[in-house]
């Protein structure tokens, strides 16, 4: 069985600066999907960046990117220029390739972004 | 697309009275999941169907909860006798299979509360 682990349960950052969320997961697969997803105070889980295990190049959306250390299993969200609206709890999410689309959640990390 | 619909938004009820959370994915999408999300266990998948069909229920908590998936516009979790520790907030989701698809669209959640 996967497992995907936060270890920071809150983070606080200032408007405009960086601020960088960890994620590892533990898998035996070679082939996988890794997400990271948002969740504000309104509870809408909402898609940030999704990064295919095959491929090496770290993806980028925007203000967003992320560090893929595949042999580390380590999977870390960047988020640049923060905004307030970024404020949420942010999910790190793991994907067995061609094995049903589930996804395994970590367990959040709550961030604050102060004005 | 209006995305995934769930209802009802907020349901409050009591101890051991039935519940019925109800779910419309996105038109096309042949994935269906029900996630339940709590404070103590976080997001945990419940069961997911594909092409309407149960696929792996193995994380329904016990025989209270079923899940039916009637036509692949409509999805049902009922909840009976539903129980206080039973309260927390249950998402839908759906995503296409394929190659480059896999990413789960979420709905708005149903916060359930049973006094």
């Known amino acids: 069985a996967q497992t995907v682990t936060q270890s920071q349960p809150e983070m606080s950052v200032q408007e405009a600066e960086t601020v960088t969320l960890s994620c590892t997961y533990d898998?035996?697969?070679?082939?996988?999907?890794l997400f990271w997803y948002k969740q504000p105070p309104s509870r809408q889980m909402i898609l940030v960046i999704r990064?295919?295990?095959?491929?090496?190049q770290n993806a980028t959306e925007n203000r967003f990117s992320v560090n893929f250390q595949k042999a580390a299993k380590s999977f870390s969200l960047k988020i640049s220029d923060s905004q307030l609206g970024d404020t949420a709890m942010y999910f790190c999410?793991?994907?067995?390739?061609?094995?049903?689309?589930?996804?395994?959640f970590g367990g959040g990390t709550r961030l604050m972004v102060k004005p | 697309d209006a995305g995934v619909i769930q209802s009802p938004r907020h349901e409050v009820t009591e101890m051991g009275q039935e519940v019925t959370l109800r779910c419309k994915p996105i038109?096309?999408?042949?994935?269906l999941f029900w996630y339940r999300q709590t404070m103590m266990r976080g997001l945990e998948l419940l069961i997911y169907?594909?092409?309407?069909?149960?696929?792996?229920d193995s994380g329904m908590p016990e025989d209270r909860f079923s899940a039916k998936m009637p036509n692949a516009s409509f999805s049902t979790l009922k909840i009976q006798p539903s129980e206080p520790r039973d309260s927390a907030v249950y998402f839908c989701?759906?995503?296409?299979?394929?190659?480059?698809?896999?990413?789960?669209?979420f709905g708005a959640g149903s916060r359930l509360t049973v006094l």
């Open positions: 038109s096309g999408h042949d994935y």
């Open positions: 898998t035996s697969e070679n082939n996988y999907y």
């Open positions: 169907f594909n092409n309407n069909v149960p696929i792996d």
């Open positions: 989701a759906s995503s296409l299979s394929g190659a480059g698809a896999n990413v789960l669209t």
């Open positions: 990064q295919e295990a095959y491929k090496q």
């Open positions: 999410a793991f994907m067995r390739y061609n094995a049903g689309n589930m996804l395994t």
